[in-house]
C-alpha cells in the first residue's frame, strides 16, 4: 500500500491549488480516504474526508465552502481542490487511507499561502 500526496507550493492569499493523492495496493472505491494537514507549530487536524464507494463527503468548518474533495477511480487519485485559500491554511497537508488492517499515510506536501 503506498500514498503519493502532491500538487503543493507557494499561493498569494485568495489562490487556488489542487493536491493529488496517488493510491496504490488497494482498491480505491472500497475505502475512505481522508486528507488532513498540520499547521506550523501545530498539531495535525483533520480538513476533509471522502467515502468508499458512494463519494460521500465532509470538511472541516474551516474550509467548507472554499474546498472540495473528488476520488478518480480509475486514475487510483483522490483530490483535493482548495480555493480562496488563506494564510492559515498554510501547512503540511497529508492523506491517509482507512484500511482495516491498518492506516497509512502518504508524505507530505508543503501549502505556503503568502504575499
Known amino acids: 500500500v503506498q500514498l503519493q500526496a502532491s500538487g503543493g507550493g507557494l499561493v498569494q492569499p485568495g489562490g487556488s491549488l489542487r493536491l493529488s493523492c496517488k493510491t496504490s495496493?488497494?482498491?480505491?472505491?472500497?475505502?475512505?480516504i481522508g486528507w488532513f494537514r498540520q499547521p506550523p507549530g501545530k498539531e495535525r487536524e483533520p480538513v476533509s474526508c471522502?467515502?468508499?464507494?458512494?463519494?460521500?463527503?465532509n470538511f472541516a468548518d474551516s474550509v467548507k465552502g472554499r474546498f472540495s474533495i473528488s476520488a478518480d477511480s480509475a486514475e487510483s487519485t483522490v483530490y483535493l481542490q482548495m480555493n480562496s485559500l488563506k494564510p492559515d491554511d498554510t501547512g503540511v497537508y497529508y492523506c491517509?487511507?482507512?484500511?482495516?488492517?491498518?492506516?497509512?499515510w502518504g508524505q507530505g506536501t508543503l501549502v505556503t499561502v503568502s504575499s
Open positions: 491517509k487511507a482507512n484500511l482495516p488492517s491498518e492506516n497509512y
Open positions: 471522502i467515502g468508499a464507494g458512494d463519494g460521500t463527503t
Open positions: 495496493g488497494f482498491p480505491l472505491d472500497y475505502y475512505a
